[in-house]
């Protein structure tokens, strides 16, 4: 069965840059950030919004022939609910990210050798996507790292049957903070929601609106400073290190007694490794390292993992530090079993 592909035009108009500051947020000024990294790097490219919507043709579903919602809708859903709530702030362009190109060609190319295909025989679109739009006009200092507000998402069409009729479609979206110093992004699980269903953009864009709504931003910051006000010894923290190595080989019954840890042992030795180098969250020279830099530590392994694991690890990189925090001042927490 063939699966019939469109183009689609989106209403929402995204400009370069939004330049209005208002008077609210936490600084008044909207800093210029000079972007050092990507936010995710692995298996990755970067597009721009209007490659997605220029070039990318839109899979649908091949039973009822009714078209999926694109990522490009996706983004400029989530665009449209941040402009109305937050009006007078500075909107970023989103920053999107990529991977699992799909190609095709058009029907008048059947027998064309791959070779020979001229450029307007060839079809693509990108399997998986994930975007990131800063606010940058509502920002907070951490330890010294400047962080900005960011809200983001993630889409991947291999989670949808598109041979099947048109149903609820699945999307991943997250409001947090970006940590400028390095593109980390931090997020909480009160700022992220592991699947919204949604039939159209319109529906899609009030949902993301219920969420930003929802979410307390003075709360994930209160919890971020706290980190900083915690600190492991050296021989501590490669406790950590080693329990989370053994923590992927636990039996079943035991695993299931502890709290998740969804890093796998690749990140863990990324942590181990930038314990050591990295240039801004290393350890002091006594070998301590406060919570806030072991934080940053996770966030930044976990740039290496793909599209469709990516704000999962990041959400449970924050709880795992909290635990830890939480461990540190009471012995009967079940995080107390990565220090044991």
């Not at 689609?8 to 947020?25: F, H, L, R, W, Y």
């Not at 791959?114 to 025989?121: D, F, G, I, S, T």
Request: hydrophobic residues 35%.
């Amino acid at each position: 069965m063939e699966m019939e592909l469109h183009t689609i035009e989106t209403d929402v108009q995204i400009p370069a840059k939004q330049i209005i500051i208002s008077s609210a947020g936490f600084h008044r000024e909207a800093p210029i950030f000079k972007k050092t990294s990507p936010f995710i790097e692995a298996n990755t490219e970067e597009v721009s919004l209007s490659k997605l919507k220029q070039d990318c043709i839109i899979p649908v579903f091949t039973k009822d022939n009714e078209i999926t919602i694109s990522h490009q809708e996706f983004i400029d859903s989530a665009f449209a609910g941040i402009s109305k709530l937050f009006p007078n702030e500075v909107i970023d362009t989103p920053e999107i990210r990529t991977s699992h190109l799909i190609r095709g060609r058009t029907p008048d190319a059947l027998h064309v050798p791959a070779k020979e295909l001229l450029e307007h025989q060839r079809t693509m679109y990108y399997e998986r996507m994930a975007f990131i739009i800063r606010i940058p006009s509502i920002t907070e200092n951490i330890n010294g790292n400047e962080l900005a507000l960011t809200i983001g998402g993630v889409r991947s069409y291999n989670l949808e049957n598109l041979y099947n009729k048109k149903t609820f479609e699945k999307f991943k979206f997250f409001i947090g903070f970006q940590n400028m110093v390095c593109c980390n992004l931090c997020v909480s699980t009160d700022g992220f929601k592991d699947e919204i269903k949604a039939t159209s953009s319109h529906e899609l864009s009030g949902k993301i609106m219920e969420i930003v709504q929802s979410y307390n931003i003075h709360q994930q910051i209160k919890n971020m400073n706290d980190l900083v006000d915690y600190k492991l010894t050296e021989k501590q923290f490669a406790q950590i290190i080693g329990k989370s190595r053994l923590y992927n080989y636990l039996p079943k019954s035991e695993k299931a007694l502890l709290p998740e840890l969804l890093m796998n042992d690749g990140h863990i030795s990324t942590i181990a490794k930038d314990y050591y180098n990295d240039e801004s969250f290393c350890r002091e020279s006594n070998g301590e390292i406060n919570l806030w830099n072991m934080y940053n530590l996770f966030t930044g392994a976990n740039k290496s993992s793909y599209i469709d694991t990516f704000l999962d690890r990041g959400v449970n990189a924050f709880s795992f530090v909290k635990g830890i925090s939480n461990a540190l001042s009471d012995s009967n927490s079940n995080y107390s079993w990565f220090l044991s």
